[in-house]
């Protein structure tokens, strides 16, 4: 694409004053062409690591919140696990 790009900015850089304008359209056509398919071209590649950054970020997010729903269940089930035994701790107290 560059090159094709960059081939035919020289070929319209390079025209004389007596060409004719046939081939001077043919050639302005070619450049515009050009042109027009770098950009696309370019927008293409932007487009597409935008997407893999934002596909990044989302695994990044969905990791994070795994591990931070894993810590919230430990912690919970922890909690649960404490009031449960709360009576018999208090019973080991009055017997200490």
Known sequence: NLRFRT???EKFLSLRKGTKLD???AIEEEL???RSTF???RFNLVTAL???EAKKRFELLEVVSGTMDAHLRYFKQSYDLLHQMEPYINQVL???
């Open 7 to 9: 081939q035919a900015r």
């Open 23 to 25: 081939t001077t359209l």
């Open 32 to 34: 515009h062409n050009a």
């Open 39 to 41: 950009e696309q071209a």
């Open 50 to 52: 935008s997407n893999v």
């Open 94 to 96: 009055t017997y200490a």
